[in-house]
């Protein structure tokens, strides 16, 4: 009996340190999609068009000082997806994908930078289940709206720009 307190710190520590290992393991999935805003309407509209080859950055800063603590870059495939690994917990910092580059010369401009991000969670502590996170789509600019833009707004009755 006498031998099995002195064991019990030892179980603990182990168990302790194998918790700790197992959170630094931990790698995140984030995907999402990057498409042309046609009309310039901010959103995604029955004539989106999805862009292959498009640049977006995953960023992640410490909350109090904004220092980067993880920055990657990805590439957009077939239909627009994208797929990041994260690796690590990032609880403690503040993530989001960004825009950052179109192949397209005719879609390529990046609205209101705010606009144009998109906020992931990067902990185990969120509720979520699993290890994969979507992402908010993201947008780049037509230079010119087309012109079928004014009739197809008017369905979703946000006409006056127009």
Not at 19 to 32: L, M, R, T
Not at 91 to 99: A, G, I
């Amino acid at each position: 009996m006498a031998n099995l307190h002195r064991l019990l710190p030892i179980f603990a520590a182990v168990c302790l340190l194998a918790g700790a290992a197992i959170a630094a393991d931990v790698q995140f999935q984030v995907k999402g999609r990057v498409y042309c805003d046609n009309c310039r309407a901010g959103f995604i509209t029955n004539i989106t068009e999805y862009i292959e080859g498009a640049t977006v950055r995953l960023q992640c800063r410490h909350f109090p000082d904004e220092k980067v603590e993880h920055s990657v870059e990805a590439v957009t495939g077939a239909g627009g997806y994208y797929t990041i690994v994260v690796p690590n917990d990032h609880e403690e910092e503040v993530c989001y994908v960004q825009l950052v580059k179109s192949p397209r010369a005719d879609c390529g401009e990046i609205g209101d930078v705010e606009g144009e991000k998109a906020r992931i969670l990067l902990t185990e502590n969120s509720g979520q289940a699993d290890h994969c996170r979507y992402a908010n789509s993201l947008g780049f600019l037509k230079n010119t709206a087309l012109p079928v833009c004014p009739e197809l707004l008017k369905a979703y009755a946000l006409d006056e720009a127009y």
